[in-house]
């Protein structure tokens, strides 16, 4: 038998690997609100088929994974959420730490175990950067996290799509008062990032500050509070997110089929699509 000789497999493997890889081209990924904070029966579940069928590159969750705050019962929620997800255990999943996850040393601890990140980290795909914060013990983000953050992107300045998330919204008051002067937005300007993203409240919220988009995610299966009314962004889903070359599209949708873009959420007039700076 003929044997095929060993640079030219060498050469084959290179060349599969080069294609394979993303390289500024399109490609789509999935933000996942907050399954606990009384977590409803079956609705991460529902929410997880539909992620599923949209072939995401990866899927990015806001937190509250388990419900949590009791060190006694949080490995074996842990264990739980591991076999829900065995299923899909092939979409590169990458957690963001909540209240609900992180409350004490031993579930620090844990949600590194489980999660494989420690509580602040950050990663890129194609040409797009995401900086995963931590402010899962306080409604502020913290000198330490600020700090990651300036330092995280001015080490990936070259991407020309930035994205951050945390759990908590603690830019939502600024935001929503339009103040340019506070430490993120200064830094998501200076740096060029499109999107900030957040989940805790489980309310879909949208608002714009000086081109920057502020988001915040509907449940993934978290109670929904206040009127429950979809028109005010209390609803169940997922959000899929497109990015063709510096253009990021959102579109969330809603677990009984109702699909709309960021223009339909928050300040009246925005286009679906968000230019990075």
């Given at each position: 038998m003929?044997?095929?000789?060993?640079y030219i497999l060498l050469l084959v493997t290179l060349f599969s690997l080069l294609v394979a890889a993303p390289a500024g081209g399109p490609f789509h990924f999935v933000l996942l609100g907050d399954r606990a904070g009384e977590a409803?029966?079956?609705?991460?579940?529902?929410?997880?088929?539909?992620?599923?069928?949209?072939r995401p590159a990866f899927v990015l969750s806001v937190g509250d994974t388990i419900q949590g705050a009791d060190d006694a019962a949080a490995d074996a929620e842990w264990r739980q959420i591991r076999a829900t997800l065995r299923p899909y255990q092939r979409v590169p999943l990458y957690l963001t730490p909540g209240n609900h996850d992180v409350w004490s040393a031993l579930s620090e601890k844990l949600y590194q175990q489980y999660s494989g990140h420690p509580l602040h980290y950050s990663f890129d795909y194609a040409q797009a950067h995401f900086t995963v914060l931590d402010n899962s013990r306080s409604e502020f983000l913290s000198v330490e996290e600020m700090n990651f953050l300036e330092s995280d992107l001015a080490a990936h300045a070259g991407q020309s799509v930035k994205f951050i998330v945390s759990h908590r919204p603690s830019w939502v008051v600024d935001v929503a008062f339009k103040n340019p002067g506070f430490p993120l937005?200064?830094?998501?300007?200076?740096?060029?990032?499109?999107?900030?993203?957040?989940?805790?409240?489980?309310?879909?919220?949208?608002?714009?500050?000086?081109?920057?988009?502020?988001?915040?995610?509907?449940?993934?299966?978290?109670?929904?509070?206040?009127?429950?009314?979809?028109?005010?962004?209390?609803?169940?889903?997922?959000?899929?997110?497109e990015v063709r070359g510096a253009d990021v599209r959102f579109e969330i949708k809603e677990i009984e089929g109702r699909v709309t873009g960021l223009g339909d959420w928050g300040n009246v007039g925005l286009a679906n699509t968000v230019h990075a700076p």
């Amino acid at each position: 038998m003929l044997r095929t000789p060993a640079y030219i497999l060498l050469l084959v493997t290179l060349f599969s690997l080069l294609v394979a890889a993303p390289a500024g081209g399109p490609f789509h990924f999935v933000l996942l609100g907050d399954r606990a904070g009384e977590a409803q029966p079956g609705i991460y579940e529902r929410i997880w088929r539909q992620v599923a069928a949209e072939r995401p590159a990866f899927v990015l969750s806001v937190g509250d994974t388990i419900q949590g705050a009791d060190d006694a019962a949080a490995d074996a929620e842990w264990r739980q959420i591991r076999a829900t997800l065995r299923p899909y255990q092939r979409v590169p999943l990458y957690l963001t730490p909540g209240n609900h996850d992180v409350w004490s040393a031993l579930s620090e601890k844990l949600y590194q175990q489980y999660s494989g990140h420690p509580l602040h980290y950050s990663f890129d795909y194609a040409q797009a950067h995401f900086t995963v914060l931590d402010n899962s013990r306080s409604e502020f983000l913290s000198v330490e996290e600020m700090n990651f953050l300036e330092s995280d992107l001015a080490a990936h300045a070259g991407q020309s799509v930035k994205f951050i998330v945390s759990h908590r919204p603690s830019w939502v008051v600024d935001v929503a008062f339009k103040n340019p002067g506070f430490p993120l937005h200064r830094l998501a300007r200076k740096y060029g990032v499109c999107c900030v993203v957040a989940g805790h409240i489980h309310e879909m919220l949208h608002m714009e500050l000086d081109g920057v988009s502020y988001v915040s995610l509907p449940s993934a299966g978290g109670h929904l509070r206040l009127s429950g009314r979809y028109e005010d962004g209390w609803f169940f889903g997922h959000t899929l997110v497109e990015v063709r070359g510096a253009d990021v599209r959102f579109e969330i949708k809603e677990i009984e089929g109702r699909v709309t873009g960021l223009g339909d959420w928050g300040n009246v007039g925005l286009a679906n699509t968000v230019h990075a700076p």
